[in-house]
Each structure stands twice: as structure tokens, then as C-alpha cells.
């Protein structure tokens, strides 16, 4: 009676030792899901704004406007822009150099006639023409074509071209 009562101890024991293993890795698993999600917002954290920072700041914006303000309001809104992730200092001031240059386009458009307008685009595209990659350039301005590529010996040719000689340079 006392094996069997041993015996059935040791089932006891047993079972609530696989059972107390079970619940070990249920936990483990567990944590490590929370420890990734932790991480995860961890990582978003330094991206999230404070919404009450940003409409404070668009607010100052169009008070700025409102009152003529205008330097200051665009000071404000590249502030907020910044804040956001969006438009570094270097595409705001490639915009302003592209609105210069439209600007000015526009003026010169309006105070010179279309044909002259249209002969300094042809020669600004001209100064900053691409070579062609089919032709050679010779003897100043001259732009001559590339010869035709030989044909091998035997092949027919049309009337004109020369063949490949067949002895070695």
C-alpha cells in the first residue's frame, strides 16, 4: 500500500511539476510579447507630437498673418514643419530659389515679347546640351556621324558600304 501511495505521489508530483513547466512558458511567452510592444512604442515615442504644441503653434500662426506679421508667421509655420518631420531648411530654401526664378520668368515674360523669350530658352538649352551619344564631335562646332559599322566578309552589303577585310590589321 505504501508503493502504491508512493507511486501515486510521484504521479502527483510529476503532473503538477508539467504543469508548473506549462505555466512557465505561457509567462515567457507572454513577457516577451509585452517586451516587444514595449519596444516597439519605445521606438514610436520619439516621433509622436504633442497636438496641443502644434495647433498652439498654427494658432501664432494666424495671428501673425492676421496682423501683417508676415516674417514671423512663416517663421512659426517652418517651426511647426519642422516639429512634424517635414521640410528641412534645404527644400524650403530650394522652393524660394524656384519661386525666385518663376518669378522672374514671369516678369521678363511679361516685359519681353514671346519670340525673345523663346530664343533664350533655345539658347540656355543649347549651352547645356548633351552630346549625342551616336555622333562625334570634330574640327569646332562640326557634329559629323559615327561611321557604319562594318559588315563581316561575305555577308551582301547595300551598294556603297564597305566590307570587313578579311586579312589582320
Do not use: W
Not at 502504491?4 to 508530483?13: G, H, R, Y
Request: glycine share 6%; charged share 25%; net charge negative.
Amino acid at each position: 500500500m505504501a508503493a502504491v501511495a508512493s507511486k501515486s505521489s510521484q504521479q502527483d508530483v510529476a503532473s503538477h511539476s508539467s504543469g508548473l513547466e506549462r505555466e512557465l512558458r505561457d509567462s515567457n511567452a507572454a513577457l516577451e510579447v509585452l517586451l516587444k510592444e514595449k519596444g516597439q512604442r519605445m521606438d514610436e515615442r520619439e516621433y509622436l507630437v504633442d497636438r496641443r504644441l502644434i495647433a498652439s503653434m498654427l494658432s501664432l500662426y494666424l495671428d501673425h498673418v492676421s496682423s501683417g506679421q508676415r516674417g514671423l508667421a512663416e517663421q512659426v509655420l517652418a517651426q511647426a514643419l519642422q516639429v512634424l518631420g517635414g521640410a528641412p531648411a534645404e527644400n524650403l530654401a530650394d522652393r524660394q530659389r524656384l519661386r525666385a526664378v518663376a518669378t522672374a520668368a514671369e516678369a521678363r515674360l511679361q516685359s519681353e515679347p514671346l519670340s525673345s523669350a523663346f530664343l533664350d530658352f533655345l539658347e540656355r538649352e543649347a549651352d547645356e546640351a548633351v552630346p549625342c551619344p551616336d555622333a562625334e564631335v570634330s574640327r569646332g562646332d562640326s557634329v559629323l556621324p559615327k561611321p557604319a559599322p562594318l559588315a563581316p566578309a561575305g555577308v551582301p552589303l547595300p551598294e556603297g558600304l564597305p566590307q570587313a577585310s578579311t586579312a589582320a590589321p
